[in-house]
Nanobody
Framework: QVQLVESGGGLGQPGGSLRLSCAAY????????MGWYRQAPGKQRELVAT??????NYADSVKGRFTISRDNAKNTVYLQMNSLKPEDTAVYYC???????????????WGQGTQVTVSS
C-alpha cells in the first residue's frame, strides 16, 4: 500500500506562484509514474501534469506555467505553479501508479487533495 501526502496549497495571487509537494510512503517500490490532477467546483477531475522516468506530460492549459519534478531520494513529487490564473483554482490531487499509468492515466493511489485558490 502507498500513502500520498500533499502539502503547499493555499491562496495565491493572479500572476503569483505556489509550489505543491507530494510525499509517498509505504510500498513505494510499486510506483513509478506520478502526477497531479485537479478538480474545480462543478467540473470533472482533469490531468495537470505527470512524470515517469525522464518523461513529463502537461495539460495545454498549464504548459509554460507549471513544472512537475521529482526527487527520488525523498520519494517526493513537486508541482511548481507560476503565472497563476483564477481558473487554476481547484483541489489538486497527487497520484501514483505503475509505468503504464503514465500512458493510460489510470493511477492506483491518490492523495487527499489540497486546495489552491487564486484570487486577488
Amino acid at each position: 500500500q502507498v500513502q500520498l501526502v500533499e502539502s503547499g496549497g493555499g491562496l495565491g495571487q493572479p500572476g503569483g506562484s505556489l509550489r505543491l509537494s507530494c510525499a509517498a510512503y509505504g510500498s513505494i517500490f510499486t510506483i513509478y509514474a506520478m502526477g497531479w490532477y485537479r478538480q474545480a467546483p462543478g467540473k470533472q477531475r482533469e490531468l495537470v501534469a505527470t512524470i515517469s522516468g525522464g518523461s513529463t506530460n502537461y495539460a495545454d492549459s498549464v504548459k509554460g506555467r507549471f513544472t512537475i519534478s521529482r526527487d527520488n531520494a525523498k520519494n517526493t513529487v513537486y508541482l511548481q505553479m507560476n503565472s497563476l490564473k483564477p481558473e487554476d483554482t481547484a483541489v489538486y490531487y497527487c497520484a501514483a501508479g505503475t509505468p503504464d499509468s503514465y500512458y493510460s492515466n489510470k493511477y492506483d493511489y491518490w492523495g487527499q487533495g489540497t486546495q489552491v485558490t487564486v484570487s486577488s
